[in-house]
């Protein structure tokens, strides 16, 4: 694995956190799947396959609620100024 040739990055990983973390959860997806972990391979691949499941579960979840509003806001008769 090319992880154990650059040792230093997993330092500034564990001593440099962002400053600003993003507050999507995607960015968060992606900055924990990249993230150096001491495991092997197969359990750090289903680990970030159970994430990518987990946020698409949500995104799922979140698109219907969203079809509702915009429906509701269309169907909302406009006054004619």
């Not at 197969?42 to 979140?62: G, K, M, S």
Request: hydrophobic share 45%.
């Amino acid at each position: 694995s090319d992880r154990a040739a650059h040792p230093h990055s997993a330092q500034h990983c564990a001593h440099d956190p962002a400053p600003n973390p993003p507050t999507i959860p995607i960015a968060a997806f992606l900055r924990q799947a990249a993230a150096p972990r001491p495991t092997c391979d197969a359990a750090l691949a289903a680990a970030a396959w159970a994430d990518y499941a987990r946020v698409r579960a949500a995104v799922r979840a979140a698109v219907p609620v969203a079809a509702r509003v915009r429906h509701r806001l269309l169907s909302v008769p406009r006054r004619e100024g």
